[in-house]
């Protein structure tokens, strides 16, 4: 009688329809594309998926460029002298210290920094349908902010419009990246990517190795310049002998040491005692900041502890999985579609909504985008609500803070971002607008289906007229 | 009639596309650990012991993969000295229990979950925020939804 297979439902899968079936040819006949061709944030990706930088890797090839420079001119003028004079360490030392430093750049650079994927429709939906189910029917905008308890210390977990959750603690959302990054400390335009989670010990360890590198050439250049001085010439008399290129590694280095060594010696105390310096700028934790006692939740009181912790603490993977592939029937919008089903609906909207089949129903939610054709009269009085949370989402949208390193315009990305807010919030907010709409029509949400045609035979559609 | 199908069984038909999801616990800090909180959506599908079970043992998975014990710090260190380079070739301690965690929730599934119309997914296809259970559906042939049609407009009009 019936061929009854047990299969997980995915909205994709339902599509069986002529029109679909149609869609779905022309979607096999491109080859299958891999996630980072389609990745939501402002990245760019590199060797098919496996290296990943920001969009806005600024002055990336300067700091590369001033390395290089450097240590160039180091090698090519200072070690031929110093071997004479002293021993055949140096360039060694140098080389060493060069190839680390190089890699530890390029290993900042180019891993993802511990980006979390923006949540699935089927998540925000159920994140809001928990909101929403305190009784009340009307739509109200996510809450802001969640408090949980971490170790005793009160925690506010603040929701992402953008990556429509909430943000884990220790998570900020990066604006140059549009990404929630993990144990976000600061995106750094010298490296070209945000510092998190996955790369702060990649980080650390290229400002140590440079640190050590800069004071190492700038000793050796004074030695060269002493040892020049001491065979009987003055001071000034051997740099003018030298080329006129030594005092340009004596000056790069001198300036950068006073930053690097300054930076370093930073991020060792915000090691030692396990911040962020989102945390740090924010006085997240600061017991100076008003009558709160606020301690740090995440330390392990022991700076031996929270340094092992922090750099040689487990590597955790990376959650975006870049060089997967791209499901093959993934629904485009299809705004078309929409169109064609509107006017059946409309015709349908007073009879019998019960003469929809189950499928049928389901199509619909997978294929339409434009919902606010498909909605009862009852929508415009909530649109101006929707678009004044929106327009106050914005500008709370997390600048990211950063310090030594960067210089943001916060403000104008976040409002750069408002349109994108109204557009998505406006949607989402269009299935749980009032419950006649939940019973009589079809939703976004796949649950929400659920509900609908589990409970259309008792209720006889009576919320309908 | 052929097609004659109850109530019940026509609305478990269209319950096929719910999912459940477990969100995470952070009352032990930024660890990866899910809420044991049964909800009440899978009160019909399967006991809460079972549930707390699992959910418990992928837990102590995640705690393994992320404890900081000796074998993480000789790995750490070794990484720091070869300049992180030994990453490209040797699979980090966190993959390998990833891998194991992959099986369990297989395993899991094949015995215990699909007998019972259900799909626990594995949470790291959800960037580590979710543990969900599907609802798996039955899926049947076009004729079977004219059926299910018919009946819908019979018990309307009843």
Redesign the interface.
Known sequence: ?????????D?QALS?TPLSAQNLGEKKAQSPRRKWEVFPGKNRFFCDGRLILSRQSGILPLTMGLIVVTCGLFFAFDCPFLVKHLTIFIPVIGGVLF??VA??LL?TSFTDPGI??R??P??AA?IERQIDTSGSSTYRPPPRTKE????QQV?K?KYCFTCK?FR???TSHCSLCDNCV??FDHHCPWVGNCVGKRNY??FY?FIISLSFLTSFIFGCVITHITLLSQEGKSLVQAIEESPARYPLSLVICFFSIWSILGLSGFHTYLVASNLTTNEDIKGSWSSKRGAEESEN??TYNSII?NC??T???????S???RRGFLPPDEPIPAASASDIELPPFRAKNDA?M??????DV?ERVVHSSDFPVLCSPGTPKTTPQVLNVSSRAAPTSEPSPSVGCTQQQARQSAATACPPFSRSNKRDSLHSINPAFRLASPSPT??H??LI??D??DT??NPLH | M?ETHS?QD??Q???????V?IQ?D?????MCQFQTKFPSELENRIDKQQFEETVRALNNMYAE????GSQ??I???L??LT???V?LCME????KV?KKIAKYIQEQNDKIY?PR?L?LTDP???????V?Y?????????I???S??FF??R??SR
Not at chain 1, 1 to 9: D, P, V
Not at chain 1, 148 to 151: D, K, V
Not at chain 1, 311 to 317: A, D, H, V
Not at chain 2, 92 to 95: I, L, R, S
């Open positions: 009688m019936k061929n009854c297979e047990y299969q997980q439902i909205p069986v190839v680390f890699i530890s290993r979390l994927p949540a699935t089927d998540e159920d949980i308890l971490i170790n925690v977990l959750m884990p603690p220790r993990e144990r010990r990649f360890s939740p995440y502890t092992c912790v750099l040689c603490g487990p590597m955790p993977p959650l975006i999985d019998n019960c003469t929809q089949s189950t499928k389901l796949l649950s289906t659920t045609l589990g259309a035979p006889g559609f | 052929a109530l026509m609305r038909q269209a319950a096929i596309t719910a999912k999801f995470r952070y009352s032990s800090g930024t993969a992320e404890k900081l993480s710090y790995e750490g260190c990484a720091c300049a992180y380079t990453f980090t301690h966190y993959e990833l699909a119309g799909l790291i296809e959800r960037g580590l925020r979710v969900s599907n609802f798996v559906s039955i899926q049947t042939e076009q079977e939804h004219f299910v049609l819908l407009i018990a309307h």
